[in-house]
C-alpha cells in the first residue's frame, strides 16, 4: 500500500516528505480501522493534488496542531501562506528557527524558505543573508538559483549570474538558459536607464552563452546604440550570410 501510495503522489503538484508518508502509512493497513491521522493526511494530499488551496492549508494546520514536533507540517503551511502573504508565511518559517530541534541540515533548508519569504516580501539584502547561511549549512542547486534571483533583485548581476552558474553545476543540466536570463534581463535594463556602458558590459558577458548568430545580432544592437550606423548594416549582412543555406 505505501509505496504504490507514494508513486501516485509523487506526480501531484506539491512537494511532500516521503518521511511524513513513511511515519504515517509506514504500516500496512489490512482491513482494520484506518486511523484518525492517517485519514487527516490522507485528506491534506488529495486536496494538495488536486489544487484546493485553502482545504489543504486547513489540514496541514490541523496536522501540525496534533504533531507540533513534524516541522515539515509547519513549513507546508507557510509556502501556502506565502502566495497571499509573504510577512505572514515569514512569521511562521522565522519561529521554527527559534526551536531546538531545528539543527543541522533541517535548519538549512528552514532558512531557505525563509530567504524565499524575504525575496517575495521585496527584502532582498534580508533574502541574500538566509540564503546564505542556509548554502554554508546544505549547499544545493534550489539554494542557489534563489540566491541568484535575489542578487539579482537587489542590482547585483556579478553575483546573480555567478550563483545561477554554481546552480547548474550543481544540477548537471549544463542548460546555461537561466544565465542567458539574468544577463539578457540587465542588458534590457541597462537600456532602459540609458547607459550604454554598462549595456556594452552585460552584453558581452551574454554572448559567451549564445550561439554565433545571437552574438551578432547583438553586436548589431551595440552599433545601433553606440550610432554606428554602418557597422551595424555589416553586421546584418553577417547574420544573414549565417542564414544561407
Not at 51 to 58: A, C, T, V, W
Not at 73 to 82: E, P, T
Not at 113 to 129: I, M, R, S, T
Amino acid at each position: 500500500l505505501f509505496w504504490s501510495f507514494v508513486f501516485f503522489f509523487s506526480f501531484a503538484a506539491f512537494s511532500f516528505p516521503v518521511s511524513l508518508l513513511k511515519k504515517f502509512f509506514g504500516s500496512r493497513i489490512d482491513g482494520g480501522k484506518v486511523p484518525k491521522d492517517q485519514k487527516l493526511l490522507f485528506k491534506a494530499l488529495k486536496e494538495g493534488h488536486y489544487g484546493n488551496e485553502k482545504e489543504y492549508l486547513r489540514s496541514l494546520r490541523e496536522l501540525a496542531g496534533k504533531h507540533p514536533e513534524e516541522i515539515d507540517f509547519f513549513i507546508m503551511a507557510g509556502d501556502l501562506v506565502r502566495k497571499t502573504s509573504p510577512l505572514k508565511a515569514l512569521e511562521i518559517h522565522r519561529e521554527l528557527l527559534f526551536r531546538s530541534a531545528t539543527s543541522g541540515k533541517l535548519r538549512g533548508k528552514v532558512l531557505k524558505h525563509v530567504g524565499e519569504d524575504y525575496l517575495l516580501a521585496g527584502k532582498e539584502a534580508k533574502a541574500v543573508n538566509a540564503l546564505r547561511e542556509s548554502s554554508k549549512i546544505d549547499d544545493n542547486c534550489e539554494v542557489r538559483a534563489l540566491l541568484a534571483k535575489a542578487y539579482e533583485s537587489s542590482g547585483n548581476i556579478e553575483e546573480a549570474s555567478e550563483n545561477m552558474k554554481r546552480s547548474i553545476k550543481m544540477s548537471e543540466t549544463e542548460d546555461f538558459k537561466p544565465v542567458k536570463d539574468i544577463f539578457a534581463r540587465a542588458v534590457i535594463d541597462s537600456q532602459r536607464k540609458g547607459n550604454n556602458d554598462e549595456m556594452d558590459r552585460w552584453i558581452n558577458e551574454l554572448k559567451i552563452y549564445s550561439t554565433k548568430e545571437e552574438s551578432l545580432l547583438l553586436s548589431v544592437k551595440q552599433a545601433v546604440s553606440s550610432g554606428k550606423e554602418k557597422k551595424a548594416l555589416s553586421l546584418l549582412k553577417d547574420v544573414v550570410q549565417e542564414n544561407i543555406p
